[in-house]
């Protein structure tokens, strides 16, 4: 899977320059990606999808290339973002693909925008239970601008990224993730930024867990196609939350994949892929109706007794 940059194009959205990314042709699919991340989270699969979809991978606001206003920044603003994003590049339908944070919104986006969703894509996603780390937690702290401040400074700031990424060389499962970390570190250093990831964070996330749930309506999601993609080494957010999510949507396809941690689809790009064309190819696109949505609405969920099988595949 190639790594290579691809161009980054803009919008400005209610006077807000916004980034992103978009290449190939085909039905469209939707990347959002997680906190303190941005689009070239995505880039060892974007080539490989670019084959047979069109594939939009924005900054969301706050991150990246994007603008990082005093502004919304909670998972409806974020889906009513995406929406008005789509709209503008003349697109009515998307399969969304969240991973972590972007989970939590692309769950929001189906939820608020059922018309314009064929497909629910998560990965390791939040919005599937209380438990997060105690990094993400610390972001919530009084304190963490200031201090994030000093660690950001150009010497520690270096040192600090080149322990990182020297322990993610390692064969530690639970320092897997630490060059992505690295990167979120680094964008830290931008003080906007860090106003933007902790007003985020602090809409989703207390001292106690997560606090933004779909378990009260996962139902909504009955007649739309959802697949559940996780690394069972994932030290971020607990690959438990993938049997939640089967237990909250019985008919979701759920995947572990071995030997990956929180983001499954840099560390197994070709399985990734392979998992998002699979699901794509043998479902069919959602079909909205009002008298549906309407009638799941009035009558609310029902009970579910027992847990969706989960899968665990080899990742090669």
């Given at each position: ?7 980054v194009q803009y ?18 699919v ?10 070239t ?6 080539d ?9 991978a924005p900054d969301i606001l ?5 603008d ?7 998972v409806g603003?974020?889906?009513n973002g995406?929406?008005?994003l ?6 009515d339908?998307v ?5 972590s944070f972007g989970g ?12 314009r969703?064929e ?6 996603s ?8 105690h ?7 009084p304190g963490?601008h ?8 150009p010497?520690?700031r270096?040192?600090?990224m ?8 390692t064969?530690?499962k639970?320092t ?5 970390v ?6 830290f250093?931008?003080p906007h930024?860090?106003?933007a990831?902790?007003h985020?964070?602090?809409?989703v996330?207390?001292w106690?867990g997560q606090i933004?749930?779909m378990?009260?309506?996962a ?5 739309m196609p959802?697949?559940v993609?996780w690394?069972r ?5 607990p ?5 939640n999510?089967?237990a909250?949507?019985p008919?979701a ?9 929180h983001f499954?689809?840099k560390?197994?790009p070709h399985?990734?892929a ?13 079909v ?6 309407r ?10 007794p027992?847990?969706?099988?989960v ?6």
């Amino acid at each position: 899977m190639s790594d290579t940059p691809h161009e980054v194009q803009y919008l400005t959205l209610h006077g807000h320059r916004r980034a992103f990314v978009k290449a190939g042709q085909g039905p469209v699919v939707l990347l959002l990606h997680g906190l303190g991340c941005d689009h070239t989270t995505w880039e060892p699969v974007i080539d490989s999808l670019a084959k047979r979809y069109t594939v939009i991978a924005p900054d969301i606001l706050g991150h990246g290339l994007s603008d990082k206003p005093r502004a919304d920044y909670s998972v409806g603003g974020y889906a009513n973002g995406m929406r008005d994003l789509l709209t503008v590049l003349g697109i009515d339908k998307v399969t969304v693909v969240g991973h972590s944070f972007g989970g939590g919104v692309a769950m929001q986006f189906a939820y608020q925008f059922p018309e314009r969703t064929e497909r629910l894509i998560l990965v390791a996603s939040g919005g599937l239970g209380p438990e997060v780390s105690h990094g993400i937690r610390a972001i919530t702290t009084p304190g963490f601008h200031q201090v994030m401040g000093v660690l950001t400074l150009p010497g520690v700031r270096h040192l600090g990224m080149a322990g990182l990424r020297a322990l993610s060389t390692t064969s530690w499962k639970h320092t897997r993730d630490l060059d992505e970390v690295a990167e979120i570190y680094n964008s830290f250093k931008d003080p906007h930024a860090r106003h933007a990831i902790r007003h985020v964070v602090r809409a989703v996330v207390d001292w106690r867990g997560q606090i933004v749930t779909m378990a009260d309506r996962a139902y909504l999601t009955e007649e739309m196609p959802m697949c559940v993609v996780w690394g069972r080494d994932d030290k971020v957010i607990p690959v438990r939350h993938a049997s939640n999510a089967a237990a909250l949507a019985p008919n979701a396809r759920v995947e572990v994949i071995p030997n990956a941690g929180h983001f499954p689809h840099k560390d197994h790009p070709h399985r990734f892929a392979k998992i998002v064309n699979e699901f794509i190819r043998t479902t069919q696109p959602a079909v909205y109706s009002r008298a549906r949505f309407r009638n799941l609405l009035k009558h609310g969920p029902v009970p579910v007794p027992v847990l969706a099988p989960v899968t665990e595949i080899e990742a090669g």
